[in-house]
């Protein structure tokens, strides 16, 4: 076995903490006689066939160069194709750098594959573009220059403007042939709703793309579009129940054996079937979404599996998810149909605290006890009442990074990381 499936193994097997999983080296790792891969962001898993490389994904557009420069070190084959398993930026946004490639070399244009929701897709990040450059701003504060959008000539854009949609689109499976080998290609919602996850018979392989990522699923994102997680609990079942025996996700290590594959895959359907099952439930019986937030629960040793972690996305984030998808956006409290303006409302409990002064003691007191949730509802409050007050902003720099310090996942890191900079800013801004 390979150094990154002997890994993967070990992890799964004995639990061991070997550091990340999730790793962005450009580095090819060889898994057989026919497939590689490219640990990049996200990772570029190619096909080796007697027509030339069938790749699964593209990476984003500011790491493609070196990963196709790792590609070519395994071989100098064309690229036959491009399968997209699904259209978020970083599987998408390197595909023009792979076909200007085949341009240069003088072979002939790679296909494009995808499923049919893919340029719907494109078509939204072009109308939301401002908004998805802030919201992986906010998101991967910590990764500088891997997420922030590229500038192509005209104006900086989310999506690379020369990113290539599908020629080749399907909707719910299809199969091609290439040099010999079959390709079976099924959509499920999950992530996304333009997913497709595939099968390879001749290898006994899957290529899952974002179904499966070494943490806990991306299920719940505050911040994106709406995601899938009953659907995408379905897919996992579906491929557990494959036999495969190479497993080669978009993100983190690829996985060895029918019976290892099967397991992780089932694990991750369970805990995302359980909190739809208890999300739906408390909807049926009537309860509001603050009383669901607080009612839902996973079994936290599931959680701690080395590939369920909740170190990307969280439980608390999908149940939102579940009643966004299952219900409207009313969370069940009258005052939250038709609010006050923020700043209004904070003024009022400001005056009947006695001053911002107050809430913004109390909000400290709770942070010492570790009270986060709390300390930061009163240290918003002020801050929405007082929005030129340094000394308040310098509190709430502060909470928020020590809170940010307290959570796990990268989602919460990255809005409480986002709120201390902008805090920070306005504390030091000298006039
Ligand atoms: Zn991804």
């Known amino acids: 076995m390979t150094d990154l499936l002997s890994l993967s193994s ?29 640990e990049s962001f996200s990772h570029v898993v190619s096909l080796k066939t007697e027509e030339g490389l069938v790749c699964f994904d593209t990476s ?11 590609i070519r070190s395994w071989s100098t084959d064309p690229f036959h194709a491009l399968i997209y398993t699904h259209g978020h930026v970083d599987h998408v946004g390197g595909a023009a750098l792979f076909i200007n490639e085949a341009q240069e070399r003088g072979d002939p244009r790679p296909r494009v594959v995808g499923h049919e929701n893919v340029s719907e897709r494109f078509d939204r990040y072009r109308l939301t573009s401002g908004y998805n450059l802030t919201v992986n701003g906010r998101q991967f504060g910590g990764l500088r220059g ?36 079959e390709i079976e290609l099924r959509h499920a919602r999950g992530e996304t709703d333009d997913h497709l996850w595939a099968w390879i018979p001749a290898t006994r392989t899957i290529c899952a793309g974002d179904f499966f990522i070494w943490n806990f699923p991306n299920a719940g994102n505050p911040q994106k579009a709406q995601r899938y997680p009953a659907e995408w609990a ?20 690829p996985i060895a054996g029918a019976e290892r594959i099967a397991r992780v895959l089932n694990d991750v359907a369970g805990a995302l079937e359980s909190l739809v099952r208890q999300t739906l439930e408390r909807m049926n019986a009537g309860e509001p979404l603050d009383q669901i937030l607080t009612g839902v629960e996973l079994a936290p040793e ?3 599996r080395p590939y369920m972690r909740p ?19 009313y969370d069940g409290n009258p005052a939250h149909l038709k609010p006050a303006p923020e700043s209004r409302l904070a003024r009022e409990v400001c005056a009947l605290a ?15 006890a570790e009270e986060w949730r709390l ?17 308040v902003h310098g509190v709430r720099a502060d909470l928020y990074a020590r809170r940010r310090q307290s959570e796990t996942s990268l989602m919460a890191k990255g809005i409480y990381g986002y709120a201390s900079r902008t805090s920070r800013a306005i504390a030091s801004d000298r006039d």
């Open 302 to 304: 599931l959680l701690e």
């Open 311 to 329: 170190l990307y996305d969280e439980p608390e984030f999908v149940v939102r998810n579940i009643w966004r998808l299952y219900g409207g956006w």
């Open 146 to 181: 891997m997420m922030e959008g590229v500038r192509l000539g005209g104006a900086q854009s989310f999506l690379p403007a020369d990113t290539p949609a599908p020629d080749l689109s399907f909707r719910d499976r299809t199969r091609m042939g290439v040099g010999g080998i």
């Open 354 to 368: 006695g001053g911002a002064a107050a809430l913004v003691k109390r909000a400290e007191e709770l942070a010492e």
């Open 10 to 38: 070990r992890i799964i097997d004995e639990g061991v903490d070997e550091g990340p999983v999730n790793r962005i080296t450009q580095e090819l790792s060889v898994l057989s006689d026919h497939w590689s891969i490219v």
């Open 375 to 391: 300390a930061c509802h009163l240290i918003e409050l002020a801050a929405q009442a007082v929005p030129d007050d340094r000394a």
């Open 60 to 70: 984003l557009r500011q790491t493609a160069e070196a990963v196709i420069g790792s």
């Open 234 to 253: 379905v897919a996992l079942r579906e491929m557990a129940a494959m036999g495969a025996e190479l497993f080669i996700p978009a993100h983190g290590l």
